[in-house]
Nanobody, 122 residues
Framework: QVHLVETGGGSVQAGGSLRLSCRDT????????MGWFRQAPGKEREFVAS????????DYADSVKGRFHISRHGSDNEVYLNMRNLKPEDTAVYLC???????????????WGQGTQVTVSS
């Protein structure tokens, strides 16, 4: 069973950087595609970035390309999101997702973490 725990959120000024981490603390021994979504107050949850189980494929939302970088740790279900040049519009709760199929992860179908708040002030 997958149990995802996110850490690393916080408050920064525009132009700053943060690094989010998501680790599977559950009992699964399988490797999953993983990703990040975010949800701002009053808005729908939106895709941010995803990475395949091997780490060989990554995708990003247009709004974060060139500023965010997703990576994963070795053979574990642990994923990171390095965010730089943050903007006030990046303010949201960031949620980690894991699923066996990469396409499902990108579509937002999978197991979710509880989320971590990122706040960017101007």
């Amino acid at each position: 069973q997958v149990h995802l725990v996110e850490t690393g959120g916080g408050s920064v000024q525009a132009g700053g950087s943060l690094r989010l981490s998501c680790r599977d603390t559950g009992t699964t021994t399988s490797r999953y595609a993983m990703g990040w979504f975010r949800q701002a107050p009053g808005k729908e949850r939106e895709f941010v970035a995803s990475i395949s189980w091997s780490g060989g494929t990554t995708d990003y939302a247009d709004s974060v390309k060139g500023r965010f970088h997703i990576s994963r740790h070795g053979s574990d279900n642990e994923v990171y999101l390095n965010m730089r040049n943050l903007k006030p519009e990046d303010t949201a709760v960031y949620l980690c997702i894991a699923e066996g199929a990469y396409s499902a992860t990108k579509a937002g179908r999978g197991s979710w973490g509880q989320g971590t708040q990122v706040t960017v002030s101007s």
